[in-house]
């Protein structure tokens, strides 16, 4: 390949600067957000004020003195202009937005992140949904050796090679063509739609998967029960919507912020449907679900189990969630309650994500993880343990780095395998004596890290994030079936194709 000049790159530069002064000349001329996003190749298309160029969300300091140079020819943005400017600053709540100046003192009382309204609802309960494991501790780790991080990652292959259902065959699951109907006009009904044919394809497998295992009613009885859902980290609420197309009538939505083109208005939309729908405002971990069923809920839907979904829910809420079923299966069943289930709960499905952003302390799984993964010691402490940890979760996200040039999927041996310990410290040790200089140990987890990460191809980091993402998963199942008990069932599946969605 010919090696790219100084003036290609020139080149590049202003044809990209075209376009971008283009789309924003456009975006100005039909009124809307003149903010640019790169990874989008477009500018926002919320519409812009009516004295900036720029939509709420999008208005700062840095972006109105890009705006004092952009004009068009039918002079928009000279008259939003000459209107007296009013200052924006962030939410001194949520520094995500930003609000007028003039406005700060109204704003913090009727703002969706005042922690102080989310405590004034009557399901609100103060970590209610955290798991609580005082043995725990309070987080603070201590970076682990090199050696540790080698052993614990053999281990997690050694887990992962062991388990005969991590490398079976997906379970495919049929979507009904109905459902795929209904779902596909809602997407389409307007072109300010925040979904798509990727975010379909998730929910109806989701719903799907729960129509299998009895959470949902088969067809025959689209219309006898109400089947009750609980979708937490709700978002807009589109699996709940996929839910009820698949027959629910009674849906619980939980989630912490406030959204526009929330799913409820494709909801009960006929006359002759009985729906019952509550939003739950609230952190997962604070949202007494059981207390939202028995006071929100109509007395037709309290003799049913209770299913729990969510979709993509980020590291510690899933965590919440599967201590929140865990407490609707301590609750006596009803009387009248059919099909299977524990307590008052039907069953539990959750696309996990971001494993990242799990918490040592919350995590629900990590018997497990010290019983396999973690490297034993005669010595072991809460600090190790949770360096550990950190490692391990840090390390999930090469699965989806995008580093390898391929997302998701199955680990695909053969590679080279991790170097045994004592190989790997006479290299160094070689390798020192060769470049005569000092080698001190990492300092930091980043530090361990990034040495682990030189011994690997990109390929076999992609591997070893597919693992451990299937590790934490296999911990939370495992910790299901010992807290659930009675027979409780639980599996870890893969719902869609990697390259709808790599975390699946």
Request: aromatic letters at 4%.
């Amino acid at each position: 390949h010919r090696r790219r000049s100084p003036d290609d790159a020139r080149r590049v530069e202003e044809d990209a600067r075209r376009r971008r002064e283009a789309c924003i000349r456009a975006a100005v001329d039909a009124n809307t957000c003149a903010f640019y996003l790169p990874h989008k190749n477009r500018c926002c298309r919320l519409a812009a004020t009516s004295d900036s160029q720029y939509c709420g969300a999008h208005q700062s300091p840095e972006n109105d003195k890009h705006e004092q140079g952009t004009s068009n020819s039918n002079g928009q943005v000279a008259e939003r202009q000459s209107k007296q400017k009013r200052r924006r600053v962030p939410c001194p709540l949520d520094p995500s937005h930003t609000i007028y100046e003039d406005e700060v003192q109204k704003h913090v009382l009727v703002c969706p992140s005042n922690k102080h309204r989310q405590e004034a609802q009557p399901w609100y309960r103060q970590g209610i949904n955290r798991l609580g494991d005082a043995s725990k501790g309070s987080g603070e780790h201590q970076v682990p050796t090199l050696d540790d991080v080698r052993v614990m990652l053999r281990n997690v292959e050694a887990c992962f090679a062991a388990d005969t259902s991590a490398s079976a065959a997906p379970t495919e699951v049929d979507v009904p063509p109905e459902a795929g109907r209904i779902l596909s006009t809602t997407s389409t009904s307007s072109q300010n739609e925040p979904t798509d044919a990727r975010m379909d394809a998730q929910r109806l497998a989701i719903a799907s998967h729960m129509r299998q295992a009895g959470m949902l009613p088969p067809p025959c009885e689209m219309a006898e029960r109400c089947y009750p859902c609980v979708e937490v980290g709700a978002g807009r609420g589109y699996l709940a919507h996929a839910c009820y197309v698949l027959g629910s009538r009674a849906l619980v939505l939980v989630e912490r912020r406030a959204y526009r083109f929330k799913a409820e208005r494709f909801m009960g939309k006929q006359e002759t449907e009985n729906i019952s729908l509550v939003r739950a405002r609230g952190d997962a971990a604070d949202v007494d679900i059981g207390f939202v069923l028995k006071t929100q809920l109509p007395p037709s839907t309290q003799g049913e189990r209770v299913a729990v979904c969510g979709k993509h829910l980020c590291g510690v809420a899933t965590d919440h969630a599967l201590v929140a079923a865990s407490r609707l299966a301590e609750t006596e069943a009803p009387k009248s309650a059919v099909g299977v289930g524990v307590g008052r709960l039907s069953g539990v499905a959750i696309a996990t994500c971001c494993h990242h952003a799990c918490s040592y302390d919350e995590f629900v799984g990590v018997g497990y993880l010290r019983e396999k993964i973690f490297p034993p010691t005669h010595m072991n402490s809460v600090a190790r343990e949770c360096g550990l940890f950190e490692c391990l979760k840090r390390v999930s996200s090469w699965a989806v780095d995008g580093s390898s040039g391929q997302h998701g999927g199955a680990p695909q041996p053969p590679t080279p395998p991790i170097l045994p310990a004592k190989r790997v410290a006479e290299d160094e040790a070689e390798a020192e004596a060769e470049c005569n200089v000092r080698v001190t140990a990492p300092s930091t987890i980043a530090d361990v890290l990034r040495e682990v990460s030189r011994e690997l191809a990109p390929a076999r980091r992609l591997e070893l994030g597919t693992m451990i993402k299937w590790v934490l998963d296999e911990a939370r199942r495992r910790w299901c079936e010992a807290t659930l008990g009675n027979g409780a069932h639980a599996n870890v599946v893969k719902y869609v194709s990697s390259e709808v969605s790599p975390e699946n």
